[in-house]
Nanobody, 129 residues
Framework: QVQLVESGGGLVQPGGSLRLSCAYS????????IGWFRQAPGKEREGVSC????????YYADSVKGRFTISRDNAKNTVYLQMNSLKPEDTAVYYC??????????????????????WGQGTPVTVSS
């Protein structure tokens, strides 16, 4: 069974950093693409970042490019989202999702944005002084 569990969220000051973790089971990254999404109160869900199967490529939303980095640790069955230079507008619940297929990162992001794949329950991030 495919499962994803997010962790690492919390309260951080503007300009600070957090590292989110997405621990997965039931699949390998040879065949699955992992994406990060976020949703703030009153706003629609938006794609943040994605790493394609077999680490063939990555995607970053313009709003986080240069500040966030997605990576994986196969030995720990975990995908990370390192978030630096955090801004109040980064405040949201962050979700990870997985979709199977030989896809580019942006293609995988598109499928997940439509609700495809498996999803975790989310971890909240609050950026405030």
């Amino acid at each position: 069974q495919v499962q994803l569990v997010e962790s690492g969220g919390g309260l951080v000051q503007p300009g600070g950093s957090l590292r989110l973790s997405c621990a997965y089971s039931g699949f390998t990254l040879d065949y699955y693409n992992i994406g990060w999404f976020r949703q703030a109160p009153g706003k629609e869900r938006e794609g943040v970042s994605c790493i394609s199967s077999s680490n063939r490529g990555t995607y970053y939303a313009d709003s986080v490019k240069g500040r966030f980095t997605i990576s994986r640790d196969n030995a720990k069955n975990t995908v990370y989202l390192q978030m630096n230079s955090l801004k109040p507008e980064d405040t949201a619940v962050y979700y990870c999702a997985a979709v199977r297929g030989f896809l580019t990162a942006i293609q995988a992001m598109s499928f997940m944005a439509r609700g495809s794949g498996s999803w975790g329950q989310g971890t909240p991030v609050t950026v405030s002084s």
